[in-house]
Nanobody, 121 residues
Framework: QVQLVESGGGLVQAGGSLRLSCAAS????????MGWFRQAPGKQRELVAS???????NYADSEQGRFTISRDNAKNTVHLQMNSLKPEDTAVYYC???????????????WGQGTQVTVSS
């Protein structure tokens, strides 16, 4: 019923910028929290940033001041603007959303397929 599709990943040099986007489609009542996670080879998946439906944001300490998360509730999308990228930002980035189902209003977490971000030195 629900699908999350990420876009915007790619290869960029250190100091450059990328803008990731994630669009939710399907049949659902609403979307609660949304966020971005990343996973590098040999490491566990970690939170990058999250945002509530009302716009309250949370960032990992290492990304403060460089990344900005935003969302458009009318379009069911969430974005991650990444500036001053560093090689250590290299990872697969995953979109996450807490989806409130139609009719039952059950809340389930959904994940996108991931988009690769590679930052060269």
């Amino acid at each position: 019923q629900v699908q999350l599709v990420e876009s915007g990943g790619g290869l960029v040099q250190a100091g450059g910028s990328l803008r990731l986007s994630c669009a939710a489609s399907g049949r659902f009542f609403s979307i609660s929290n949304m966020g971005w996670f990343r996973q590098a080879p040999g490491k566990q998946r970690e939170l990058v940033a999250s945002i509530t439906r009302g716009g309250s944001t949370n960032y990992a300490d290492s990304e403060q001041g460089r990344f900005t998360i935003s969302r458009d509730n009318a379009k069911n999308t969430v974005h991650l603007q990444m500036n001053s990228l560093k090689p250590e930002d290299t990872a697969v980035y995953y979109c996450n959303a807490d989806i409130i189902a139609a009719y039952t209003h059950r809340v389930d977490a959904y994940w996108g397929q991931g988009t690769q971000v590679t930052v060269s030195s």
